[in-house]
Each structure stands twice: as C-alpha cells, then as structure tokens.
C-alpha cells in the first residue's frame, strides 16, 4: 500500500502529481509501480492533458486505465474523464482502446480550473482512489480493479471505473446525480460508476429503483441497513462495512471495493479524521457535499 497528499493549484498539476506518485518505483514493492503507457513522458501530459495507465496486480496482471481533463461548456468546471480498458493500442485514441467504457458519458471528477485543491491518494499495484478537497466538498474516484466474490476464471478481469459525477456535471450541481462511487446517483442512463462484468460488457451503477447493478449499502433501496448509535461516540466505536457491489440481473454479490468502506454509527464524522482499527489507518471522507450519518466512507491509509 502507497498513499500521498499533496495540493495542486490546477487539474493539470493534480494530474501530473498522481501520475508522478502511482509511477515512483519508490513508492511500491519491486515492480509494482504503476507504468505510464501513454503519453510517452510525464511531460507531454502538459500538451496532451491525458494519460493512460498500466497496473500489474499481482504481478502478473495487466490492468489499464485511464485519465483525460475536458474543460465544461459552461459554469467554470473543469473535470477529470475517467475510463477502463481491456488493453492497449499505441495506434488508438484515448476513447477507443480496447474494452474501453462503451456509455457515451464517463465518470468523472468535476473540478475547477485554477484554485487550490488538497487531494489524496490511496494506490496499491491493482488499483488506485483519489479524492479531492474542493471548497467544502470532496470529489472522488476508484480506478482498478475490485475483490470479486468469485474464483479467477469466473471473473478474470473485474475492473472498475467510479468518480463523483458523470462526463459534463457542473461542480456546483448539489442534485442526487452528483454522488461518489459509492453511492452513484440515480439518473437512469449515466452515473459515476461503472463495473466490466465478465462479458466484457460495462454495466452502469445506480440504485436498485432503476438499474441492475447496485452499491450495499448504501443505495440499495427499498432496503436499508440498520445502525445502532453508541450513548458515547468516539473514532474508535464507528460501525465499518465494506461496500459490496450486486447485480439483481442475474441477481448476485459481484464483488467488494478494495479498501474502501462505508461507515456507520456516527453523526459528527468530519472529513479527514483518521481511524485506527485493527493496527491499521483510514482516512475519512464525505460524499460531495454531504454531511448526514450514512454519507461518509472510509480508505485504508497506512
């Protein structure tokens, strides 16, 4: 496990910054680091403003993904495409890899062009999570590849591609479509999470109301997971479970985020406290601009 937090003043300087922290060697075990595939040098991110990266899991694993800054048509946003590929191909555009996510709109982490943003980043050698002070709101993003609940043959390549939004959402949209990965809004063609089934085929994360393919638990109406609230709160009596995705067509558990963790028996959680369970520490976070008792996900940080 590797984690970083730093500032940027752009989404060009948050950008080159996560591609210079997941591509230190320094920063993994021996061959672990993420690889740069395209462009050919950090420094062409400056022209190209995209990249297009390599993460070899357990060593033998070839998981791509990739990151691109468009700049919105209007209400000063600037955002973060985010996208997943079964492979990659010198000769083809950022969109049209292989395997690429095949909706017409792309998760997304919808920024501002030119202020200051902390971030955080959590990146081991099969996936990585970025989330992103914005203002009093946190913008967040998953790019890899998940626990599947499965053995490797049935679900050899189980990536996921999550942010905060979806490909030309506003910053400042406070509406329920604006929501991270996990818990993605409930527009019924386009939210912020997307999960390649084993058929290669990108299904579209959204509440059980609408589509197939759902988040536990929490968007998993009608049900709802009940919490029981300590007298006393402390940050050592929080409830944690993992975030498990299901599909309800075929019905079933796919897989869990790795690392991630949705985190319950708590109403005054604050952005960025730190818990310790089990010898090991996770950074807390809101979900955008949320601030009730079941908004809040933890990721490992140690």
Request: aromatic residues 12%.
């Amino acid at each position: 496990m590797a984690t970083y937090n730093n500032t940027a003043n752009s989404v060009l300087e948050l950008l080159k910054g996560v591609v210079a922290f997941l591509t230190d060697t320094t920063n993994f075990d021996v061959g672990k680091a993420w690889t740069l595939m395209s462009p050919a040098t950090s420094t062409d991110i400056d022209t190209v403003q995209e990249v297009i990266l390599k993460g070899v899991g357990d060593g033998e694993d070839e998981i791509y993904v990739g990151m691109k800054i468009v700049n919105a048509a209007s209400g000063g946003t600037v955002e973060i495409l985010l996208n997943g590929y079964a492979g990659y191909d010198a000769g083809l555009g950022w969109r049209e890899q292989p395997g690429a996510i095949t909706q017409t709109k792309l998760p997304s982490i919808p920024l501002v062009a030119s202020t200051l943003m902390t971030y955080w980043v959590s990146a081991n050698s099969s996936r990585f999570i970025i989330v992103v002070e914005l203002s009093t709101q946190y913008e967040s993003a998953y790019l890899g590849l998940m626990k599947p609940i499965a053995i490797e043959n049935q679900y050899p390549y189980p990536l996921v591609i999550g942010g905060s939004y979806f490909e030309g959402g506003l910053w400042t949209n406070t509406g329920t479509d604006h929501s991270s990965f996990i818990c993605p809004g409930n527009t019924a063609a386009n939210t912020s999470l997307r999960v390649r089934r084993p058929d290669g085929v990108w299904r579209v994360g959204m509440n059980e109301t609408l589509g197939n393919l759902c988040v536990w638990p929490t968007n998993i109406s009608p049900t709802r997971t009940l919490t029981v609230l300590d007298d006393v709160l402390t940050l050592e009596n929080v409830i944690m479970y993992p975030l498990y995705l299901y599909e309800s067509d075929p019905v079933g558990l796919i897989g869990q985020f790795d690392g991630v963790y949705w985190i319950g028996n708590r109403e005054d959680l604050s952005a960025k406290d730190g818990i310790v369970y089990d010898d090991k520490v996770y950074k807390v976070f809101a979900n955008v601009q949320r601030r009730a008792e079941d908004s809040y996900f933890a990721i490992e940080w140690f």
